[in-house]
């Protein structure tokens, strides 16, 4: 029988992963960001929880909107540039960003600084979410399962090769 797992926990104690399930050519953009899959390691089943570290010059993602699930972000530590439709806007430790479900508003986080920032990551998990990625030719559709298919914005496949 394996053993229970506390419900509390230092997220130090969790891997940290770059990976990513963004097409090869655009994965090289998000190699410079680090998250700690914290709701995953409790799991949770409802919510994502990630704590992201962004180093000089990475970026959380590409710019992108949900189209059904909400996004909250709490600038843990450093300072981080949040890229929206409005322009850009410099969040220090303690501010806070959200973005309803189906805003529209497409959004990424870029440090611009010389030092690591860190940001809390929540999201909810609502199947059949579609991520629309303004300045980049993909498009991302999640199914029953939560799992993304990315594909170019008319649809068809990204050339992998």
Same mark, same amino acid.
């Given at each position: ?35 700690? +899959?914290? *709701?995953?390691?409790? @799991? ?5 929880? %990630?704590?992201? $570290? ?37 969040? +220090?430790? *303690?501010?806070?960003? @959200? ?5 529209? %508003?497409?959004? $990424? ?53």
């Amino acid at each position: 029988m394996p053993k229970a797992r506390l419900p509390a926990f230092d997220p130090a104690d969790i891997a940290e992963s770059n990976a990513t399930s963004y097409p090869v050519a655009f994965r090289g953009d998000n190699s410079k960001r680090w998250n700690r +899959r914290l *709701g995953d390691h409790v @799991g949770l089943k409802n919510f994502g929880v %990630n704590l992201t $570290r962004i180093v000089p010059g990475g970026q959380s993602s590409a710019r992108h909107a949900h189209s059904r699930q909400d996004e909250f972000i709490w600038v843990v530590s450093g300072e981080i540039v949040l890229e929206t439709d409005e322009g850009a806007q410099t969040l +220090r430790a *303690g501010m806070c960003a @959200g973005f309803p479900a189906g805003c529209g %508003n497409a959004h $990424r986080f870029i440090n611009r600084s010389n030092a690591d920032a860190t940001i809390l990551v929540i999201g909810d998990r609502t199947p059949f979410d579609e991520i629309d990625y303004p300045d980049i030719d993909n498009h991302a559709k999640a199914g029953a399962d939560g799992k993304y298919v990315h594909t170019r914005k008319d649809g068809s496949p990204h050339d992998e090769g």
